[in-house]
């Protein structure tokens, strides 16, 4: 079984930075790629940011331009790196294999935007 923990996340202002950090505990080979969901308070889980296996790298409308997804192999990690943040990035963000079958949810890590 695949085990994620997810770190990071924190309190910041509208327009500052958080780099979340996500390590995989088991082997990820097999699946098409990983990435970030978040899940706010009265919202539904969503896809914001995702990695196939190759590099290539898709976001969500709302983040585009502002968050960057990468990883680290030899580490097992996938980073997210988000800018310029929003109120409306607040939210739990949880990482997760994309475009495969998801592993059970951990906790995630929150992030709150907020003056």
């Known amino acids: 079984q695949v085990h994620v923990v997810e770190s990071g996340g924190g309190l910041v202002q509208p327009g500052g930075s958080l780099r979340l950090s996500c390590t995989a505990s088991?082997?990820?080979?097999?699946?098409?790629?990983m990435g970030w969901y978040r899940q706010a308070p009265g919202k539904q889980r969503e896809l914001v940011a995702g990695?196939?296996?190759?590099?290539?790298?898709t976001y969500s409308d709302s983040v585009k331009g502002r968050f960057t997804i990468s990883r680290d192999i030899a580490k097992n990690t996938v980073y997210l790196q988000m800018n310029t943040l929003k109120p409306e990035d607040t939210a739990v963000y949880y990482c997760?294999?994309?475009?495969?079958?998801?592993?059970?949810w951990g906790q995630g890590t929150q992030v709150t935007v907020s003056s």
């Open positions: 997760n294999a994309v475009w495969s079958s998801t592993f059970d």
């Open positions: 088991g082997s990820i080979f097999g699946v098409n790629g």
């Open positions: 990695m196939f296996r190759n590099g290539t790298t």
